[in-house]
């Protein structure tokens, strides 16, 4: 087996603006200029043959294995959230765009003095789906999800982050 070697590079872009002490603006634009390049990557092509003359024989499958370079691109990622201080708690609202696709929400945010953390709660109407975030100073964790039950959840999602 060959070794596997990737490169690549991404520009990120995030605005916030202060509009006054209450209100403030967060736009974050994701891989919005990108190159990942993966090097000696495992490569399979396989060929079913079913003959018609013949159709009780079993398809005969053959392939070909070999390690290419392969160039990964995606789509952008953007979001934007606009959040009204109360002094106590904070109302969001805003907009993800993931995979060319749209996601309106609608929350709140506690901040904690005491644990140094805010605290996240989002509703995601498109897909009838919440958003419960942690945020520390240090690291964070985001939990997404329509339904408690992961045999028969729809949406389901979890984030985990250091920050330096």
């Known amino acids: 087996m060959e070794p596997v070697s990737a490169t690549g590079y991404s520009l990120d872009l ?12 967060n736009l974050s634009v994701n891989d919005l200029y990108h190159q990942l390049h993966w090097g000696q990557v495992t490569h399979t092509t396989s060929v079913i043959d079913r003959r018609p003359d013949k159709p009780s024989r079993a398809p005969s499958v053959s ?36 995979n060319a696709q749209t996601f309106a929400f ?11 953390s805010d605290f996240d709660l ?3 109407p498109k897909n ?10 240090y690291w964070g964790l985001m939990l997404v999800f329509d339904t408690l039950s992961t045999k028969k959840s729809n949406t389901l999602g979890v984030t985990t982050y250091l920050r330096f």
């Open 14 to 25: 995030e605005l916030s603006w202060q509009v006054n002490n209450e209100l403030a603006v």
């Open 106 to 116: 609608i929350g709140t945010s506690y901040h904690s003095s005491f644990f140094n």
């Open 122 to 124: 989002s509703y995601y």
């Open 128 to 137: 009838k789906a919440f958003k419960l975030g942690l945020a520390h100073k």
């Open 63 to 98: 392939g070909l294995q070999d390690y290419i370079d392969h160039k990964q691109k995606f789509k952008a990622q953007s979001y934007l959230k606009v959040s009204y201080d109360q002094g106590w708690i904070k109302i969001i609202a805003g907009m993800d765009r993931v």
